[in-house]
């Protein structure tokens, strides 16, 4: 599999990166197929209870979907291995300090971590200093 798996070298080179969009975490049962061609959807999961979609906010208020919270996607620009151990615990673990909620999404490339969007910038900033730490 492709990506680095060293954790030290991961934090090292985290490269948290804040989006300019604002997200919304919204359940479905029935999601308009054309929902996964539009770039305003970031996400699916498919769970027991329904579908949930990562979507911009205007994406939900266009489709009067009911939604709970906003939040900003911070994507980790390092290209994680899936098999990399430790990363989602330290990013986690920099965010449960600062008492930052965490909803972390693993694609093939980066980890990109949904954070609410009041406490956005200070996320980043918890962690980027996990990449100081390693330098330290």
Do not use: W
């Amino acid at each position: 599999m492709s990506g680095e798996v060293v954790l030290a070298t991961l934090l090292q080179n985290l490269m948290p990166v804040l989006s300019d969009e604002t997200y919304v975490f919204v359940t479905t049962t029935e999601p308009d197929q054309t929902a996964l061609l539009d770039p305003r959807v970031k996400g699916m999961f498919r769970e027991k209870e329904g579908i949930t979609l990562i979507v911009e906010v205007d994406y939900a208020k266009e489709h009067a979907l009911d939604y709970e919270g906003t939040f900003r996607c911070i994507t980790c620009e390092v290209h994680s291995s899936l098999d990399a151990v430790g990363m989602t615990s330290a990013m986690t673990a920099a965010l449960t300090h600062f008492g930052i909620s965490a909803n972390v999404v693993a694609a093939y490339y980066h980890d990109h971590i949904f954070v609410p969007e009041r406490r956005a910038e200070e996320a980043v900033s918890a962690l980027a200093s996990l990449q100081a730490e390693i330098v330290e």
